[in-house]
């Protein structure tokens, strides 16, 4: 694997610009190129987040599933978007399915690996922490901005 | 300057009548002066004056026979040339395509006793409903088959603060006739015309030529010795003070006593918000579509699909009062308050604008 | 009282001209244009791309539409209609040859003037999208004039997507860039899902982008807000205000925000010039 070029993805990439060159390269070895075809689910809800993606390129749909109505996509994730959060927050398990809609390059995270060295090297932990709480409280933000409906027909009272 | 005599009044009832105008002029009615229609001199209220407090209304008697002692009526000329309904078209639906008919033309009609505040008040109106390129056009034609025979006035009432709002106690412009009218040394009225239909009216009637005993009628001492017991209200920034004072507590507290009932918005003589609503036979081919008078304290008034946007009655207050004293005066070049202080006398609860505007001050700037 | 069947001058020009329904195409569930012509084929009065008309149903009331059609159609009018209420209901419900009452256009258009040579973004939320579209045609019929021309269109769901064989045609194009998101979707949708200021780092905005915004209040806040963000100062932002309006003209006082009357002064601001009263509370 072309460590290489996952470093300098890493460093182009908004969410983790402003690392240090070592801890990019820290990170990117725990990393590995993966790919998915049209379909092809990344990870199912109830999983164990054993790691985490950034997309090179495709799209990944968040779904939830809803009994009787059948999976719903509440978000999509495109290229230089980081695919879950959950391998961060015990008990480490993904909430949601994700499934790549069209085919998909990814770099895929070892969780387990990335959890040690944090725990080994704080202030590793601590940039990957604020970034990471970052698009949590971005994707929370969207969600009420979805939840508030709108568009939707509010004509009924 | 011209004169007519106490006795001869009746024959200004004789002119508008030859001249083929409906009359509409102040009577008392259930407590109150109130325009409404009149045929003779008669109908005129003669030795009555009004006592004016927040929430009050009250007539009582004067000393002398004055027809106009009195200040602002419960109603405002807005009744006639803006009235609460009238129909804006008439449509058949069973015709292919529908035909509107426009409605009947307003009749002539003469407006007599008109205070200064509501000759401004008009003028304001004429801002609002003439200006532009989509004049309205019912009030169109009431204004122009209107004639106002205005009257000065003599002394302010308690609620009356036109002083500060620069629009009385004494007329400038905007009628086509302007009486004075003087007790002593005689019971005359001086006679004035502001129209060239003004004009050749009042070379009808039978008017004197004035003693030089009396003084002119826009001489501005007679009007610096206009009773002082009314309210005063500094206009100055108010329009600032309001735009800073959007959360302002005091807003609460004055929601804690208005009602919304828009009592203030019926009684005002400038307010213009309106709506339309349709009528229809029972079989749906005749439609009457009606301008009608709207209140913005309803709570409807600003209802999109989604809801209204001002719900609470604080809300709508202040949006109320900084309308009124302050954003008109930017949409349009006149003033949104004429100071006749009707609003102030017709709250139920007795809210005194021009206490809130003092307040508000008060609140701004504690130590002065 | 002398009866005049007539009115002249002035007093005709506020009646409402009747146009009959040449034709109804249904964009969603709730959601129908309407293409209504005057009876005897005259043309209609031009208008300005973010234009809107009192539209009457007769008998049920009158309230105000954009214009949704392209201002050189000069046959007929097109009004996209979406039924959340009474009047809509009815209007919604129309069929060809019915008739409605019509005045206008009344209210200040989009400024494609200002915005030649620049690079442009439309960007729509839900039924924003139908006073957009005219803006859009005539930048489109004049595409040489404008720099980057780009699209970012949020709704519910691919259900509630307008104007999707149109949308399909502006894909096609290769100057015109089209991005398409829905706040949920079930798995047949292959596009983006999330909310429409997703869209706008992948649209290429930025400070030399000239902005024009239309949907619901608040999604045009937050719009502005990412705007800002990205680097648009907020007097290369408009948007289209939706106010209560019973006359269109100024005159009814519903419209009113703050000093500014919408039909009137608007309904195309500069955010500039009333963002800030937006964010203010029940004003």
């Known amino acids: 694997m072309d460590t290489k070029s996952v470093d300098a993805l890493l460093a182009q990439n908004p969410t983790f610009a402003g690392m240090s060159p070592a801890m990019i390269g820290t990170v990117a070895g725990c990393a590995a190129n993966v790919r998915f075809d049209q379909g092809q689910f990344l990870f199912h809800e109830g999983d164990s987040a054993s790691r985490f993606f950034v997309v090179r390129t495709g799209l990944v749909a968040i779904d939830l599933f809803v009994p009787h109505k059948g999976a719903l996509t509440i978000k999509t994730l495109k290229e230089h978007d980081v695919v879950g959060w959950s391998w961060l927050i015990p008990p480490y398990r993904w909430h949601f399915d994700a499934r790549a809609i069209e085919n998909t390059r990814a770099i895929a995270f070892d969780a387990l690996c990335l959890r040690t060295k944090c725990e080994e090297d704080t202030a590793l932990g601590y940039e990957l922490m604020k970034r990471f709480a970052q698009i949590i409280a971005g994707r929370i933000e969207a969600n009420r901005v979805q939840l508030m409906d709108v568009y939707g027909n509010a004509g009924k009272r | ?368 | 009282m002398q009866a005049s069947a007539e009115y002249s001058g002035v007093e005709n020009a506020s009646l409402p001209v009747m146009y009959r329904v040449t034709a109804r195409r249904r964009e969603s569930f709730d959601t129908i244009t309407l293409t209504v012509a005057q009876a005897k084929g005259e043309p209609t009065p031009a208008f300005e791309p973010g234009q809107f008309n009192m539209v009457y149903a007769p008998g049920v009331g009158e309230i105000p539409i954009s214009i949704s059609g392209s201002p050189s159609q000069r046959e007929s009018f097109d009004h996209t209609i979406r039924s959340v209420g009474r009047v809509t209901a009815a209007l919604t419900a129309m069929h060809t040859g019915q008739w409605v009452g019509l005045r206008g256009p009344y209210g200040t258009p989009w400024p494609v003037e200002e915005a030649h040579g620049e690079n442009i973004v439309f960007i729509a939320g839900g039924i924003g999208l139908a006073p957009l579209r005219p803006a859009i045609r005539h930048v489109l019929k004049n595409r040489d004039e404008f720099g980057n021309v780009t699209l970012a269109y949020g709704a519910r769901t691919p259900h509630d997507l307008l104007y999707t064989r149109e949308i399909e045609r502006w894909r096609s194009r290769f100057d015109f860039d089209v991005f398409v998101t829905v706040d949920a979707a079930d798995a047949h949708w292959r596009g983006h899902v999330g909310v429409v200021t997703e869209l706008l780092r992948m649209a290429g905005v930025n400070a030399s982008s000239m902005a024009f915004v239309c949907g619901p209040s608040v999604m045009m806040q937050f719009t502005a807000r990412e705007l800002g963000h990205l680097g648009l100062g907020s007097d290369r932002v408009y948007v289209s205000l939706e106010r209560n309006m019973q006359c269109g003209c100024g005159q009814c006082g519903h419209c009113q925000l703050e000093r500014y009357f919408v039909c009137k002064d608007g309904p195309v601001f500069p955010y500039k010039t009333i963002g800030h009263l937006l964010s203010a509370r029940e004003l």
Request: net charge negative.
């Open chain 2, 1 to 368: 300057m011209k004169i007519l005599r106490y006795n001869q009044f009746g024959a200004l009832f004789h002119a508008l009548k030859k001249w083929g105008y409906r009359i509409i002029g102040p009577v008392t009615n259930n407590g109150t002066i109130v325009y409404d229609c009149i045929t003779r001199d008669a109908d005129l209220p003669r030795g009555v004056t009004d006592d004016t407090a927040p929430g009050h209304y009250g007539l009582s008697p004067t000393a002398g026979r004055a027809r106009f002692a009195w200040h602002a009526p419960s109603n405002s000329p807005r009744q006639y040339l803006f009235p609460p309904r009238v129909p804006r078209f008439h449509m058949r639906q069973d015709e292919n395509p529908p035909r509107i008919t426009a409605p009947a033309i307003p009749v002539r009609t003469a407006l007599i006793g008109i205070r200064p505040c509501d000759l401004a008040a008009i003028r304001s109106l004429d801002t609002v409903l003439l200006d532009g390129p989509h004049p309205d056009p019912d009030y169109r034609m009431r204004r122009e088959a209107t004639f106002i025979v205005a009257v000065n006035c003599n002394t302010l009432g308690a609620t009356c603060f036109c002083k500060d709002t620069g629009t009385g106690p004494r007329a400038h412009g905007g009628y086509d006739v302007l009486l004075t009218e003087y007790e002593s040394p005689n019971h005359v009225f001086s006679v004035e015309t502001g129209s060239e239909r003004g004009e050749n009216f009042v070379s009808d009637l039978p008017v004197d030529e004035g003693s030089p005993d009396l003084r002119d009628a826009n001489d501005p001492s007679v009007a610096s010795e206009c009773q002082s017991n009314a309210t005063t209200l500094s206009l100055n920034g108010v329009g600032e003070l309001l735009a800073e004072s959007f959360d302002s507590p005091l807003w609460d507290e004055i929601a804690d006593q208005c009602t919304t009932c828009g009592n203030c918005t019926m009684v005002c003589p400038t307010c213009f918000c309106h709506r339309y609503e349709e009528t229809s036979s029972l079989d749906g081919t005749e439609v009457t579509r009606s301008r009608v008078w709207d209140t913005c304290f309803s709570q409807d008034y600003s209802a999109l699909h989604s809801g209204a946007i001002r719900i609470s009655t604080k809300s709508r207050y202040r949006n109320w009062i900084t309308h009124k004293l302050g954003t008109w005066a930017q949409q349009f070049d006149s003033p949104g308050c004429v100071g006749c202080g009707r609003c102030i006398a017709w709250c139920p609860v007795g809210i005194d604008l021009t206490g809130v505007i003092r307040d508000l001050r008060r609140r701004r700037s504690p130590m002065l």
